[in-house]
């Protein structure tokens, strides 16, 4: 039988999108949500560097501020993320512990399914690649990263299917050694999307649907559409003004 979970679609600032996903996670870790999946659009296009990531050396703070493109810090680690509002979806699965297994591994393998499972769905091969990518063909078409509170999980990343990748290798800076690690030697080589792979212009539509569906097989899930609700706006709002603070953003 499978288990309820909630799903919620939707867009909004790269701000507020991070605040949604905190307070989240706090009320799952407080037992105070039910499961839920949201699968949203940043809007207008903007980057996430990982928590632990020194700003600097993340992205190109000079090419983000001549393009106006907005910026901020996660509460996830791994690396630094171009979100493009008309070619890529950012899912987050928030749970907990028992739900989603303990071990970290193995909930990066059991909710990473349901990317792969989204993209055979499409049409194309892809594989997960521990701790955190999901490949197609060699090429990263999906990154993940994670946080914990207690026993609450959040899982956050991202589906590329149209991604301007000439605009995420100007905005990201990937460190030369990590490029020569994967035998790559720019972004570009590194990173894929499904339009590119499937010789086609994929819509947002094909790709939700196909994720709803992934992610139903990969947790096991029945879902209902649903809203945020007012307790968990509040706390969003809340923690927006973290967000968009330059002492969140560049506190490394």
Same mark, same amino acid.
């Given at each position: +039988?499978?288990?309820?979970? *909630?799903?919620?679609?939707?867009? !909004?600032?790269?701000?507020?999108? +991070?605040?949604?996903?905190?307070?989240?996670?706090? $009320?799952?870790?407080?037992?105070?949500?039910?499961?839920? $999946?949201? $699968?949203?659009?940043?809007? #207008?296009?903007?980057?996430?560097?990982? =928590?632990?990531?020194?700003?600097?050396?993340?992205?190109? @703070?000079?090419?983000?501020?001549?393009?106006?493109? #907005?910026?901020?810090?996660?509460?996830?680690? !791994?690396?630094?993320? =171009?979100?493009?509002?008309?070619?890529?979806?950012?899912?987050?699965?928030?749970? *907990?512990?028992?739900?989603? #297994?303990?071990?970290?591994?193995? &909930?990066?393998?059991?909710?990473?399914?349901?990317?792969?499972?989204?993209?055979?769905?499409?049409? /194309?091969?892809?594989?997960?690649? #521990?701790?955190?990518?999901?490949?197609?063909?060699?090429?990263?078409?999906?990154? &993940?990263?994670?946080?914990?509170?207690?026993?609450?999980? /959040?899982?956050?990343?991202?589906? +590329? =299917?149209?991604?301007?990748?000439?605009? @995420?290798?100007?905005?990201?800076?990937?460190?030369?050694?990590?490029?020569?690690?994967?035998?790559?030697?720019?972004?570009?080589?590194?990173?894929?999307?499904?339009?590119?792979?499937?010789?086609?212009?994929?819509?947002?539509?094909?790709?939700?649907? %196909?994720?709803? %569906?992934?992610? &139903?097989?990969?947790?096991?899930?029945?879902? =209902?559409?649903?809203? $945020?609700?007012?307790?968990?706006?509040? +706390?969003?709002?809340?923690?927006?003004?973290?967000? *968009? &603070?330059?002492?969140?953003?560049?506190?490394?």
């Amino acid at each position: +039988m499978k288990r309820r979970w *909630r799903l919620i679609i939707g867009e !909004g600032t790269v701000y507020w999108n +991070m605040a949604v996903d905190e307070a989240l996670l706090e $009320l799952a870790s407080r037992g105070k949500i039910v499961d839920t $999946l949201r $699968l949203y659009v940043i809007k #207008p296009s903007g980057v996430t560097v990982g =928590y632990f990531q020194k700003i600097s050396e993340a992205v190109n @703070l000079e090419y983000l501020s001549e393009h106006n493109i #907005p910026f901020t810090r996660r509460i996830t680690g !791994g690396g630094s993320v =171009y979100h493009d509002a008309g070619g890529e979806i950012t899912y987050a699965v928030i749970s *907990r512990v028992g739900v989603l #297994p303990a071990d970290v591994e193995e &909930s990066y393998r059991v909710i990473c399914s349901g990317l792969v499972e989204a993209l055979h769905l499409l049409g /194309l091969e892809a594989r997960f690649e #521990p701790i955190n990518d999901v490949t197609v063909g060699g090429k990263k078409i999906s990154g &993940s990263a994670q946080a914990r509170r207690r026993s609450g999980v /959040l899982q956050h990343g991202t589906l +590329m =299917y149209n991604t301007d990748l000439s605009m @995420l290798a100007n905005v990201l800076r990937a460190p030369k050694e990590k490029l020569k690690a994967k035998g790559v030697k720019s972004i570009e080589e590194r990173v894929t999307t499904i339009s590119r792979e499937l010789k086609r212009r994929v819509n947002s539509k094909e790709v939700l649907d %196909a994720l709803i %569906a992934g992610f &139903s097989k990969a947790l096991g899930a029945e879902f =209902y559409k649903a809203e $945020l609700s007012d307790i968990e706006r509040e +706390m969003a709002a809340k923690l927006e003004e973290k967000y *968009r &603070s330059r002492e969140w953003i560049f506190k490394r």
